[in-house]
């Protein structure tokens, strides 16, 4: 596990995992499954699961649940293919739902 001194980060919800740094925020106003979301430019500690299409607000994505990588907690999922090109800015992202992290070094 990568352990950061200094910088705001977020951690998993369940066992404090660092999971991204907040620097790492491209927006804040993305939905997930359970409410608001995050979308960030990268994540560590967190296992991609497999590649699935899925049907979201803004349409049709190739995306893959991420998993703490301590835990196993659903934090969120990563997008690996846009269909519509003003989506493709979305790939190699990833999606953190508020309600699986928590801020540390606040």
């Known amino acids: 596990m990568a352990e950061l001194v200094g910088p705001r980060l977020y951690s998993c919800c369940n066992c404090r995992n660092h999971v991204s740094l907040h620097d ?3 927006s804040k ?3 997930g499954r359970n409410g608001r979301a995050f979308l960030f430019s990268h994540a560590m500690n967190v296992v ?3 590649k ?3 049907h979201l607000l803004t349409g049709l994505h190739t995306v893959a649940d991420i998993y ?5 907690e659903v934090l969120g999922w990563k997008y690996e293919r ?3 090109a ?3 800015y979305k790939e190699g992202k990833f999606i953190l739902e508020k309600s699986k ?3 540390e070094n606040w």
Request: charged residues 30%; aromatic residues 8%; glycine residues 4%.
């Open 24 to 26: 790492d925020i491209i």
């Open 29 to 31: 106003a993305f939905q």
């Open 48 to 50: 991609v699961g497999q």
């Open 52 to 54: 699935e299409d899925r």
């Open 68 to 72: 703490c990588d301590d835990c196993h």
């Open 82 to 84: 846009a269909y519509e």
């Open 86 to 88: 003003s989506q493709k």
């Open 101 to 103: 992290i928590v801020q």
